[in-house]
T-cell receptor, first 110, second 114 residues
Framework: DAKTTQPPSMDCAEGRAANLPCNHS???????VYWYRQIHSQGPQYIIH???NNETNEMASLIITEDRKSSTLILPHATLRDTAVYYC???????????FGPGTRLSVLP | SAVISQKPSRDICQRGTSLTIQCQVD?????MFWYRQQPGQSLTLIAT?????????ESGFVIDKFPISRPNLTFSTLTVSNMSPEDSSIYLC???????????FGPGTRLLVL
């Protein structure tokens, strides 16, 4: 079973920041938070991951609460191409497979 | 990032037949995973393909239905045997890269069984 809880869907206006929440209250000390997205009919695409510090890359920022029980993925300037299902996954680093929950379907609206 | 390719990208098959899906990675990898994504659903792990040993199947998936080969460190196949319409899904292969923290997914094979 997935160890995360996400809202089933969200809307965001084009050009605005999209903030996608994820709860992972049972996360273990050695588990990382990963974010993937799946654009329709494509394989999942890696976005970002982190352990306890906030992370930023060219795609997004990841904010992890101090107690690590929740996190937020931030797409700073959403575009129509960001419309996708976003998956938040927790797992120990390297080696084990990913367990996917239902994710959040983000719709970026013009 | 790794380049992972799958063949075929899509297929339409008759019930009772079998289809073999190929997954090719452009670098040597230790582990390869096969997932299924049924229509409107999330991804479910079928099995882990281990080079040099038998695949490890998840609960609900059996070798007779989904035989897997892993002849070398860059290639794997998944066969969907004796297909029924319930096998209509997207099948994806995936691998973590050696020394990397992320896992990469192939583009998927979209299968429709009539």
């Amino acid at each position: 079973d997935a160890k995360t809880t996400q809202p089933p869907s969200m809307d965001c206006a084009e050009g605005r920041a999209a903030n996608l929440p994820c709860n992972h209250s049972t996360i273990s000390g050695n588990e990382y938070v990963y974010w993937y997205r799946q654009i329709h009919s494509q394989g999942p695409q890696y976005i970002i991951h982190g352990l306890k510090n906030n992370e930023t890359n060219e795609m997004a920022s990841l904010i992890i609460t101090e107690d690590r029980k929740s996190s937020t993925l931030i797409l700073p300037h959403a575009t129509l191409r960001d419309t996708a299902v976003y998956y938040c996954i927790v797992r120990p680093n390297y080696g084990q497979n990913f367990v996917f929950g239902p994710g959040t379907r983000l719709s970026v609206l013009p | 990032s790794a380049v992972i390719s799958q063949k075929p990208s899509r297929d339409i098959c008759q019930r009772g037949t079998s289809l073999t899906i190929q997954c090719q990675v452009d670098s040597q990898v230790t582990m390869m995973f096969w997932y299924r994504q049924q229509p409107g659903q999330s991804l479910t792990l079928i099995a882990t393909a281990n080079q040099g040993s038998e695949a490890t199947y998840e609960s609900g998936f059996v070798i007779d239905k989904f035989p897997i080969s892993r002849p070398n460190l860059t290639f794997s196949t998944l066969t969907v045997s004796n297909m029924s319409p319930e096998d209509s899904s997207i099948y994806l292969c995936s691998t973590p890269l050696v020394g990397r923290e992320t896992q990469y997914f192939g583009p998927g094979t979209r299968l429709l069984v009539l």
